[in-house]
């Protein structure tokens, strides 16, 4: 079993889950003031925010495999891993479910249950946030610096904005659920891996030479 650092955060579930809610709820009003199309901007630093949550989600796949499960750089990226992919699925399912329409498709986001994929929550944001999160709980501790991994977040919330991809609330929401199941990967025992591999263990490919 890996010994980590224990966390000094506790994980907010219920206060991300009731974030989200209370975003939707407000987007939805017809005085909504957080939610307005901004300029279309791809180019530049924008044109990043798809290879951003891209290669975090490959960096926490391959982390995994070539360390295992056996150290606590590996437990880590199991933890970042295993996040990401429950992120996507619930923003993808939530998208689907609530069927809201893009600022590139419409001027008013008030739009809901439109039909189809929507924009709420964010998948980017939601993917790179829970990757980010398990090795902020994991490190800051001893490593403050850790805490800059929150840029990447940052910068993708704005990017899909000026995108026209997601409103201000859609990249928010995204936020919220990427940071929930991050806190709540970061704060199991162990990942799922572990219950799953015979032993509970896997040993890395940098283990083989």
Known sequence: MVNQTPRTFTAPLAWA?????????????????????LGKDTGGIYSL?????????LLA??????QGTTDRLGKTCWEAGESGVAAVVAAEALQFATGRRSPAATGDPNRWF???KGSFPSTHVSLTT???????????????????LAILPAYEMVARV?????W?????????LGFAIGA?????????VFSLLPGGAYVGFHHSF
Request: charge should be negative; include cysteine.
């Open 17 to 37: 889950a009731a974030c989200a809610i209370a975003l939707a709820s407000g987007a939805a009003r017809a005085d909504n003031f957080l939610d307005h199309r």
């Open 168 to 176: 201000q609330t859609d990249v928010i929401a995204g936020a919220a």
């Open 114 to 116: 439109s039909g189809g």
């Open 61 to 66: 796949a391959g982390c995994a495999l070539w």
């Open 130 to 148: 829970a990757v980010v999160t398990p090795f902020i709980f994991q490190y800051f501790h001893d490593d403050p610096w850790v805490g800059a």
């Open 184 to 192: 709540y990967e970061a704060h199991r025992d162990n990942p799922l």
């Open 49 to 57: 925010q798809d290879g951003v949550p891209i290669s975090l989600g």
């Open 162 to 166: 000026k995108a026209r991809e997601h």
